[in-house]
């Protein structure tokens, strides 16, 4: 029964924002996915593309961000919400990276989350755009809203949340519950406001007010 809602609700999202279910984040390769993650926490898909458009031209791999001048990093994330933080977090990553992952990203989520500046969601991000693996679903605060008046969970943690969606909604559509969950939360379900109204699920919410 569940499993029937969730894919109702899913099935509804495609069609409404089939272009939002890919990662806007812009790279081509998993080096450059995990640092544009990484700088995405606080910050907008576009702030963080227009940043590393030049960053990924200087700097090429983690050797090159574990041996940067924390100075002249910040400098490079200027722009950034959190830059400083973020340059030393990406530093000290790619140093990990280098010495116990041969300089490859890693690819489970235990092994990513030991990284500084990488948490469940960063990590979920990496691995399900990066690599195809889906071990799990990335709790935006999108999400925590929709998931909540969707009522596929009762909770406002993000690790509890991914819980309860992973447990009732199938898993081929793990990759873009993120994406579309943000999607119609910018839309219409907003955290301090509904807009059911224009919603694509006002139909089958059971938080809905439209037309009552």
């Keep these: 029964m569940q499993n029937g809602f969730s894919s109702q609700v899913m099935d509804l999202l495609y069609r409404k924002y089939g272009d939002y279910r890919e990662n806007l984040l812009q790279f081509s390769n998993p080096t450059e996915l995990l640092i544009a ?35 002249k990093l910040s400098r490079d994330l200027d722009g950034i919400n959190f830059y400083k933080t ?48 889906n071990e799990g679903i990335a709790i935006d605060t999108h999400c925590v809203t929709v998931a909540n008046r969707l009522r596929l969970t009762r909770s406002r943690k993000p690790l ?9 909604i199938p898993r081929r559509y793990w990759p873009h519950v993120s994406n579309l969950f943000i999607a119609v939360g910018r839309d219409a ?7 059911c109204y224009h919603c694509v699920l006002r139909r089958i919410c059971p938080s809905s007010n439209a037309g009552k």
């Design 160 to 168: 509890q949340i991914e819980r309860d969606l992973m447990r009732k």
């Design 86 to 133: 973020k340059a030393k977090h990406i530093i000290e990553a790619s140093g990990i990276i280098e010495k116990q992952f041969h300089g490859r990203v890693p690819r489970t989520i235990g092994e990513l989350m030991i990284l500084p500046g990488v948490g469940r969601k960063v990590a979920n991000v990496v691995l399900t755009n990066g690599f195809g693996i």
């Design 37 to 71: 993650t990484m700088l995405s926490p606080q910050c907008t898909d576009k702030q963080v593309n227009k940043v590393t458009n030049e960053l990924f031209k200087k700097y090429r791999g983690f050797r090159d961000y574990a041996h940067a001048d924390i100075k």
């Design 189 to 195: 379900c907003k955290a301090n406001r509904k807009e």
